[in-house]
């Protein structure tokens, strides 16, 4: 199923690569982490600045958004997640929205305007990325994952939500999704990485370009072949582009590399499924959609033509309406 092209603002377009190399770059540093000291660590920011640049960032695109209903830190074993909560209208499970690498909750910033007031919206930060968490203990495999998430819900008193994942939490929702079915009313997963596919290979190069001493201008053409986008764009400037940029210099990441569930694995989940996937420099691996429908001929995958990896973003009118509707229809 495909849809047409949806409107994306010009000012949106600089986050593209930003995004998607951000993304890149944290994989590709981590494998080189888990190779120099396989024990693992807890996520911690390298400098006060770093820090501080970052959460200006974050404070500036909360500020675009109506107050959160609440805002909580929650206790888990494996340290404090910071929640942000806006109550909605309509009845059954609240909505849950994990996010991609390097962001933390404020990449919700275009989407949430949609759902607010809506539905019960809880937005995470997730633990060992960038965000206003604490780790206290180390992420040892992707089941760990599941079980902060598993337990910050049940400290919010959430027994069942419908589980939002963009990118790296695309990949957290799915592994979510198969060791807490019963936590799960239903999974969307958004241009998620690794879940369905292993990344393009074609992709590395270009992030290898990025990791050399090689001009600013060589750079920047990487970020716009991987993002599907162009020089121009990836140069411009915006809150969300600088909040990505200063949690991939500064925030060093302490998470497991997301896997790709097996055919059975797939076939063995029972909640309604939502898979969308960018038609243009997607980064969930080739024949994705292919593969999803195979396995689960019940799950409605839809294929943006003209999206990226920005998927959430670049096409958040239609999309915001269409999970709307989804969440409806299965509560």
Same mark, same amino acid.
């Given at each position: ?16 690569g ?16 888990v ?6 660590a ?35 074993s ?56 604490? @780790? %206290?203990l =180390?992420?040892?495999?992707?089941? *760990?994952? +599941?079980?902060?998430?598993?337990? $910050?819900?049940?400290? !919010? ?58 001009p ?5 053409r ?13 140069? @411009? %400037?915006? =809150?969300m582009t600088?909040?990505? *940029?200063? +949690?991939?210099?500064h925030?060093? $990441?302490?998470?497991? !590399? ?8 797939w ?65």
């Amino acid at each position: 199923m495909s849809t047409p092209k949806a409107s994306r603002p010009r000012r949106l377009r600089a986050v593209v690569g930003v995004l998607a190399l951000a993304l890149l770059s944290a994989l590709l540093a981590e494998k080189v982490a888990v190779i120099l000291n396989p024990e693992p660590a807890v996520g911690h920011w390298k400098s006060d600045e770093g820090q501080r640049r970052y959460t200006r960032a974050y404070d500036e695109l909360m500020g675009t958004l109506p107050a959160p209903s609440a805002t909580r830190d929650v206790t888990t074993s494996w340290g404090t997640i910071h929640v942000l909560r806006w109550d909605g209208s309509a009845s059954g499970p609240p909505v849950v929205l994990l996010p991609g690498h390097s962001s933390g909750a404020p990449m919700w910033a275009e989407n949430l305007p949609g759902w607010i007031g809506q539905r019960t919206v809880y937005a995470l930060d997730p633990l060992g990325d960038a965000g206003l968490n604490s @780790q %206290r203990l =180390p992420l040892r495999s992707v089941d *760990d994952q +599941a079980s902060w998430i598993d337990e $910050t819900l049940r400290e !919010l008193g959430v027994s069942r939500a419908h589980v939002v994942g963009h990118s790296f939490g695309g990949a957290t929702a799915a592994i979510l999704a198969l060791r807490r079915p019963d936590r799960v009313a239903t999974l969307t997963l958004l241009e998620p990485v690794f879940a369905i596919r292993p990344v393009p290979a074609s992709t590395f190069f270009w992030l290898t370009l990025t990791q050399l001493p090689v001009p600013r201008s060589w750079k920047d053409r990487a970020f716009a072949e991987v993002g599907g986008t162009t020089v121009a764009e990836v140069q @411009q %400037r915006t =809150p969300m582009t600088e909040m990505i *940029d200063a +949690a991939a210099a500064h925030y060093a $990441t302490a998470l497991p !590399l997301p896997r790709t569930l097996s055919d059975d694995e797939w076939r063995s989940l029972r909640m309604p499924v939502r898979v969308d996937l960018g038609g243009k420099a997607s980064l969930s691996g080739d024949g994705a959609a292919d593969r999803i429908r195979a396995l689960l001929p019940g799950a409605s995958v839809v294929v943006w033509p003209d999206a990226t990896h920005s998927l959430p973003m670049q096409e958040k009118d239609r999309l915001d309406l269409e999970l709307l509707a989804f969440w409806a229809a299965h509560s």
